[in-house]
Structure formats: structure tokens, C-alpha cells
């Protein structure tokens, strides 16, 4: 049975937890910035062949969503000490290009994915006059490359074909405008490559209104070159993406795949907690609708209307394991994002194949003003754990020390019953 959440714990609480640790969080004042031009998100690192980092980041002038809103890249050959000059993937003074994403080919081109407003619309039909301005999170689903490590980008982009779904039908447009955003950088799975989103039915309030996470899937982008004949395909199966238990928002779906072929996906909601799903076909199907868990007992995750994001770990002493990034509250809006939290994770054995055993919250990262927003990570492994983070005005790189990491180890290992026990109720919800 699933433990009840715990009690709403003010962050200002949380961030006197995370100082007095042992060890302690790192206090992200002391991370290296990465430049931008002053509004800043997503700021993602491929690690290339020789060893520079490539940052992707959505940037501009002003504040979120205002008009100057591009996509930069900046290289890095000092674990993001220094920068070099951005390099514009988009140009400011075109329309907006947001929420890039890289993807790194075993052949070594690097792909951008990123929302385009193709028709370069300037107000959309919402129900508040700050929805109506925002042009950023709508339009097609594009991509460029570059074969020179970011050095230069395609002055061509491609649009992906994404497939209709019922949400579109239901936007304000009956689907002839699409609304969406993605924040999960793409993983490589049996050959394939996988990118999550979400598709948005509206816009109101409290900007998005509701929303849907959905991947996209590449068959053929790790052997073939020619942009124009990669093939796509649109997932889950159905016209239905992953919901939420609660609210109509289901949105930032973030994946990682199982050593038995599975993919396990997180994605935030506006009910106090996220979820998390299982797909043992490659994604055409899910488990249905469940807040995530962890520990033996099968605790409820606490988190905001905040990115929730897992990796797993691909070098080092802890190849093979997990990490997840959430904020252990459940404030409901957007606030409550300092500190910011991980859990380690391990497979285990469970009902319909590999499942993930998530261990006790560890602080990883605060800032000392308790109102800070710290989101949208990445995680490089590079003779050490490095996490990138963004308060929307500074995205900085942070070393993170090993102690930290080798407490969230002691703390994964839980008990193989009470992991089994966690199991069984996501698979029992299965669709």
C-alpha cells in the first residue's frame, strides 16, 4: 500500500535541511556560469568525442516569451569553467525558436529539437492577456544539425511530422495550430532515438491550461545521414497521451530505459506529486496513470509544478544507476523549487520485467534566498558527476562531490520485498 504524502513543508524549512546536511548541498553560488544573454532555460551538454562539452540553451532579451526568445550553443573544453562565444542555432530576430534539446549520433553529428513559431503568429486565442502575447510554445517541431561539434548549425531545418492526437482536436484552432513543448533531452534506445514531450490543449491562467506527455521516436537516425528520409513516429499508440490522476496537467515527460529493453518515464503534474510510468513494448503502450514512489514502503514522491527529471549513469563506478532531480514538497504552484533534491536508483526484479528501487531524498543543490527557482537540469558524467541548472536569469555547471553521491548509494538499498511491493502497484494499474 502506498505510505500517505507527508505534510507541505515550507522550502525556507527545506533549505535550513539542505545547509546543515552531512554532507551538505552545494550552495549553487559557487557553480561556474554559462553565459547567456539574460533569460535563460535548458542549458544541455552533449559530451563530444574529444571531450569538449556542447551546451544547447534557450535564450534572449527580457524575460520568458518575449520576442527576441532564441536557441544558442557555446562550447566548453574545461568541464565548463569557460565558454566560448554562443554560436546561434536560431537568430533572435527570427521568429522564436525555444526548448532545444541536443541529441549526440554514435557517428558523432549533433541534432538540435526545439519548438518553432513557423507562421511567426503573434498572439494565440487564450483567456489572459499574458497567454495571448506568449508565441513560444507553439508551431512546428523542428530540427537542425551540425557536424562540426557546434562549431556551425544547418542554415536548413526540418520539421518533424507529428501525429494528431485528441488534444490537438480540442485547442482552440481543432488542431490546425499545434501547442507544445519539450523538455526531455532525447536518450538512444535499441538503436533508436527517443524524445519526450508534451502537447498542450490550451492556454489560461496560469499559462498552460492542459497538457498531455507524449515521445517521439527515430528508427533510422544512428544510420542515416540524409535529414529528409529520417523516419518518426508519434507514441504512446492511441489518441490519448500520459495523464495525470489529478488536473488536467501531465506535462515534461523525461526518459530512461531498463537493462531488460524497458523505458521508465517521469513527468510533473499540478497535484503535489509526479508521476511515473513503465512501457515494456517501446513505448506504443504505459502503465496507467500513478504518482511515482520510493523507499521500501512505497512512498508518495513530493514535488511542485516543477521539472522532475531521471538519468541513469553511463560511466563511472555507478554505470548503471540512477538519479532523479525533485524538490520534496508539494507546493502546488510554480514556486517551492529551492532546494532541489535526488534519489538513487537501482533495478531490481518486479511483476512485467525491470523496475527502479529508489532510495531516501538527498539535498543536492540550494540557493541561500529561499524564493529561487532552480530547474531544468542536466547531468554529465566527466571523471565526476556534474549537474547543470538554470534560474531562468543564470545557468551555471556544478561539481557535484562524491560524498554526496555515495549517500545517495547507502541509501538505495532498500529491501528487494518492499521494492517488489512498490512494483506491484504501478504494474496493477496497467492499461
Not at 2 to 7: E, G, K, S
Not at 317 to 328: E, I
Request: glycine share 10%; charged share 25%.
Amino acid at each position: 500500500m502506498i505510505a500517505l504524502a507527508r505534510p507541505v513543508v515550507a522550502d525556507s524549512d527545506l533549505l535550513k535541511d539542505a545547509m546543515n546536511q552531512k554532507p551538505a548541498a552545494v550552495d549553487i553560488a559557487t557553480g561556474n556560469e554559462i553565459p547567456s544573454e539574460d533569460y535563460c532555460d535548458q542549458p544541455y551538454v552533449v559530451k563530444l568525442t574529444d571531450g569538449t562539452w556542447l551546451c544547447t540553451m534557450t535564450t534572449g532579451k527580457g524575460h520568458e516569451g518575449q520576442s527576441s526568445q532564441h536557441i544558442v550553443s557555446c562550447r566548453s573544453s574545461d568541464q565548463g569553467k569557460t565558454w566560448e562565444p554562443h554560436v546561434d542555432i536560431e537568430s533572435a530576430s527570427d521568429p522564436e525558436a525555444s526548448w532545444v534539446m541536443p541529441y549526440l549520433t554514435t557517428y558523432g553529428r549533433v541534432y538540435a529539437f526545439y519548438t518553432y513559431n513557423a507562421k511567426n503568429m503573434r498572439e494565440v486565442i487564450a483567456t489572459t492577456a499574458y497567454a495571448r502575447k506568449r508565441v513560444d510554445t507553439l508551431g512546428e517541431y523542428a530540427f537542425k544539425y551540425s557536424d562540426d561539434g557546434g562549431m556551425t548549425w544547418s542554415q536548413q531545418r526540418w520539421f518533424i511530422p507529428v501525429r494528431e492526437t485528441g488534444i490537438d482536436r480540442r485547442n482552440p484552432y481543432k488542431g490546425a495550430v499545434r501547442f507544445f513543448w519539450g523538455v526531455g533531452k532525447p536518450i538512444q534506445h535499441n538503436g533508436s532515438m527517443y524524445l519526450g514531450f508534451s502537447k498542450v490543449g490550451g492556454f489560461g491562467d496560469n499559462f498552460i491550461a492542459s497538457s498531455e506527455s507524449w515521445f517521439l521516436r527515430c528508427t533510422n537516425i544512428e544510420t542515416e545521414r540524409n535529414p529528409d528520409k529520417l523516419e518518426w513516429k508519434t507514441l504512446p499508440d492511441g489518441d490519448d497521451g500520459l495523464k495525470s490522476p489529478q488536473g488536467l496537467i501531465a506535462s515534461e515527460s523525461n526518459l530512461t530505459a531498463l537493462s531488460d529493453g524497458s523505458l521508465f518515464c517521469t513527468y510533473r503534474t499540478v497535484a503535489g506529486h509526479p508521476c511515473h510510468a513503465y512501457s515494456r513494448d517501446g513505448g506504443k503502450t504505459w502503465t496507467g496513470s500513478a504518482f511515482m514512489t520510493y523507499g521500501p514502503s512505497g512512498k508518495l514522491v513530493d514535488n511542485p509544478r516543477a521539472a522532475n527529471f531521471v538519468r541513469k549513469l553511463t560511466e563511472g563506478p555507478y554505470k548503471g544507476r540512477f538519479v532523479y532531480w525533485f524538490h520534496n514538497n508539494r507546493i502546488k504552484g510554480w514556486e517551492g523549487r529551492n532546494p532541489v533534491y535526488l534519489l538513487g536508483g537501482t533495478e531490481v526484479n518486479g511483476p512485467g520485467g525491470k523496475h527502479i528501487q529508489w532510495g531516501e531524498p538527498v539535498a543536492v543543490l540550494y540557493d541561500r534566498n529561499p524564493k529561487t527557482r532552480i530547474s531544468y537540469p542536466d547531468f554529465i558524467w566527466d571523471n565526476g558527476l556534474y549537474i547543470t541548472e538554470t534560474q531562468k536569469s543564470i545557468a551555471r555547471v556544478h561539481r557535484i562531490p562524491d560524498e554526496l553521491l555515495i549517500s545517495l548509494w547507502k541509501s538505495a538499498k532498500a529491501e528487494q520485498g518492499g521494492a517488489a511491493r512498490s512494483a506491484t502497484a504501478v504494474e496493477s494499474k496497467a492499461e
